[in-house]
């Protein structure tokens, strides 16, 4: 099945078999439906609009799971489920990103605000743990999904709004398309990243650098060969 979003407030599920619709259109929204994402299992829908709310549609029976979630104030420009499909992440032109318990149907704190930019596009990584986002100031910002912090500095590259971003399957490289009309190919992998650290600080990260780049993990040792931060990190 797949799902088409469009200027006229529906949602379209399409057979891509017989290239027909399945059904009439899913109408909820009040204005133009900008993204939509359908969970892993394919059991629900998620549909992004300019009204400023994500409606949670039961895809078998095509109905809205509930009311509208309603927390962004202005149009919702990208939705994204985590690979469980526990978790909602929606992205607005007011420069935030939200993360719902999809069961509970609440906000997971705080929204994510540090970047400042519009976000277009959102993409969990397999193992659920980190966030990527597109942005209008021409980068991909990596979060910390239980923290809510960013990892590391934005990845800047392209020379135009980033419109959509995804991970591999193995989640080691991310994808990025920008309206500069190129897309990049990110090396995100843990590994990789330790490398680079080890090879410009020549030192392993201390305790604050840790937190800031890996978020909330326990910290480890990843240059072999060179001193740890004394004492310890907890």
Known sequence: TLASASRDKTVILWDVTTGKPLGEPLAGHRDWVYRVAFSHDGKTLASASWDKTVILWDVAARKPLGEPLARHEEAVTGVAFSPDGRTLASASM????????????????????????VVFGLAFSPDGKTLASASMGWTV?????????????????????????????????????????????????????????????????SCEEWRNYMGERPYRKVCDNLRAPEPKCS
């Open 94 to 117: 007011d420069k935030t990103v939200i993360l719902w318990d999809v069961a509970a149907r609440k906000p997971l704190g705080e929204p994510l605000t540090e970047d400042n930019e």
């Open 141 to 205: 910002i990596l979060w910390d999904v239980t923290t809510g912090r960013l990892l590391g500095r934005p990845l800047a590259g392209h020379k135009g709004w980033v419109y959509s971003v995804t991970f591999s399957p193995d989640g080691k490289t991310l994808a990025s398309v920008s309206r500069d009309g190129t897309a990049i190919l990110w090396d995100v992998a843990l590994e990789s990243w330790q490398g680079r650290a080890c090879h410009v600080a020549n030192r392993n990260l």
